[in-house]
């Protein structure tokens, strides 16, 4: 009844501080900070889950730096390759890059990335307030541990609905095997499915059971570092605090969970939530979230943290961490146990979670009432020329040699196919059933959308060729969307139940099982903006389209964005 009465009173002065809020119209001007940082990208044997494993760090450390700067900062971010046999590029998740697209970090799309030995150097403006991430955008190399957490404060004396201290939670899942092994496994004909992850991480942290391992192996496997010891929040108790929480996973959705303790949610992709409590947050590779956790339990103990794995039958043990009530000790006697999280497969809880997320008034704009265009995108499994990849509207979109902006920009001839990409699919498909004639094409087409526009995306999900139909979170780079809702079953616009009053706006979106998801985005920032699955293997093989608009108002591409594919002519000596 306590933390009942608590967690009302944390909502009654949200909406109090949300009037005053609407009140207040002056925000004082305050000179924006330019933040220089260079960045050394090196592979270094790690012991994250107490399994030696190469993983891939920036100065020294995995996950990497957290960026924390201010609304209207300026970032400026050197990136110095020294992997010496692959390249690199960063790409700074739920940034919008408006006009900036040049700094997108997307091999392919907007660059080449970094070879060995070579640099780039990132700058862009942090736009929204809000808790976003990086990570690295070539190959899979993510699922190596090239990623890290960006912390972007509101301008001083600008009013937000919350101001409580913050505690940064980084998830993430952790294979022993290296992506090129990954790349070569999902490549091969037959199809080798990588698996379930070895473990799974918070803030860098898990623990592998290394008598699992046989004799061969056992000596790369060390329970008594220090590096895969769990990771410890600190506490004091009768506090309220803002835990900013990231999901930058391979390919797992979780469940996140407090021993004892609720969480009210306020913020989602860097946009602020109607608060609702929870006693778990469920969430998928991409996505952030900001919650509340106040701690009012016993003072004498400590608390477990833990994640699980949902949407996918479990391999993975849990991932634990620990609240620590301060000044309580960390020894064997005072080790909490983690809780065990939800049943993976309770998809109706998951998709009335996402359904709970609305926008809060006076901060996300209402959503124009009807869309100028509207795409139907339907998600498959299929095979192409005897390969296993995944497909849109049965295309499975890969990446050209040269990056499609810098083309566009230099009218450089024959680097994608100009074919347009298909805007919907045959609706007597059934969704339920693998389907008969599972062959697709590959394409490097592109959509191309009018500027300044209202365009709709009706995503929908499928039985794909293992017998399941699984979980994607899809990704829109350079824009926020408004989340319209969720469905069972087939899409169907004169049934669909949409939320127009006060959708959330996100980069980051779950489309659940056999189910839809439909968003409405404006084409207001130009250049070429992937939309993808977050999942690396499913990115890896074909899930992903492109958005071209406005693409004639972009500046020349600079010179470090180019020097592959047929960039090179391009170059000044």
């Known amino acids: 009844m306590a933390r009942l009465s608590h967690s009302i009173a944390i909502l009654t002065k949200l909406q109090v501080s949300c009037i005053f809020i609407l009140l207040t119209t002056v925000i004082p001007n305050v000179e924006a900070r330019t933040h220089n940082l260079t960045w050394k990208v090196t592979y270094e044997y790690k012991y994250l889950d107490c399994f030696k494993k190469l993983a891939i760090a920036i100065n020294g450390q995995t996950p990497g730096p957290h960026i924390n700067a201010t609304r209207g900062d300026t970032i400026i971010v050197t990136v ?27 091999d392919s799309v907007n660059q080449c990335a970094a070879m060995p030995g070579g640099y780039f150097t990132y700058q862009f403006v942090v736009d929204q307030a ?28 600008e009013e937000t609905p919350y101001h409580y201290e913050d505690r940064e939670i980084i998830l993430s899942d952790w294979y022993h095997d290296s992506a090129y092994e990954h790349a070569v ?45 769990p990771d410890v929040v600190k506490v004091k108790p009768e506090q309220t605090y803002r835990f900013r929480i990231a999901s930058l996973t391979s390919l797992s959705a979780l469940s996140f969970q407090i021993e004892g303790h609720k969480m009210t949610v306020v913020e989602t992709d860097g946009v602020h939530v109607v608060p609702f409590v929870t006693d778990n947050l469920y969430i998928y590779s991409g996505e952030t979230y900001s919650v509340l956790v106040t701690t009012d339990q016993n003072h004498s103990r400590n608390y477990g943290i833990s994640i699980n794995v949902i949407a996918r039958k479990p391999e993975t043990p849990n991932g634990f961490a620990i609240l620590n009530y301060e000044p309580n000790p960390l020894d064997a006697q005072h080790l909490p146990q983690p809780p ?4 993976w497969n309770d ?17 996300v704009p209402a959503p124009p009432k009807t869309a100028d265009k509207v795409l139907h995108l339907l998600n498959t499994q299929n095979t192409v020329n005897g390969y296993k990849v995944w497909a849109v509207n049965n295309v499975s979109h890969a990446l050209p040699d040269t990056p499609y902006l810098v083309a566009l920009k230099l009218n450089i001839p024959d680097v994608f196919d100009p074919t347009p990409a298909p805007e919907d699919y045959d609706h007597s498909y059934n969704i339920y059933e693998i389907p008969e004639n599972t062959n697709a094409t590959t394409s490097t087409s592109i959509y191309r959308l009018p500027f300044n526009k209202t365009v709709d995306i009706i ?38 139940s949409l939320n127009l009053e006060n959708p959330i706006m996100k980069n980051t979106v779950p489309l659940f099982p056999y189910g ?58």
Not at 347 to 363: E, F, H, P, V
């Open 80 to 106: 110095l390759n020294n992997l010496l046999m692959e390249n690199v590029a960063i790409h700074w998740h739920g940034i919008r890059q408006l006009g900036n697209g040049w700094n997108d970090g997307t």
């Open 340 to 343: 065990p999280g939800p049943l």
């Open 130 to 157: 809000g808790t976003y991430m990086y990570h690295s955008h070539y190959g899979m190399q993510k699922s190596s541990g090239l990623y890290g957490l960006i912390t972007v404060n509101p301008l001083l004396g």
């Open 516 to 573: 839809w998801t439909a968003l409405r985005f404006r084409t207001d920032n130009p250049g070429i903006w992937l939309f993808h699955c977050h999942i690396e293997a499913h990115f890896y093989l074909g899930m992903l389209v492109l958005f071209e608009s406005g693409s004639d108002m972009v500046t020349k591409p600079p010179q470090q964005n180019m020097g592959c594919g047929k960039t090179k002519n391009y170059i000044n000596p």
């Open 459 to 496: 995503l929908q999900n499928a039985k794909g060729m293992g017998g399941d139909s699984e979980t994607h979170p899809w990704h829109l780079h350079g824009h926020n969307f408004w989340v319209l809702g969720f469905g069972k079953g087939k899409f169907n616009p004169s049934t669909a």
């Open 185 to 229: 496994k999902l490549s091969s004909k037959p199809y080798v499915w990588i698996g379930e992850p070895q473990s799974l991480l918070i803030n860098g942290r898990g623990r592998y059971q290394c008598e699992l391992l046989g004799v061969s192996n056992r000596d790369r496997c060390n329970g008594s570092s220090p590096e895969c010891t």
């Open 347 to 363: 998809t109706d809880s998951q998709r009335n979670q996402s359904l709970a997320i609305k926008g809060l008034r006076g901060y």
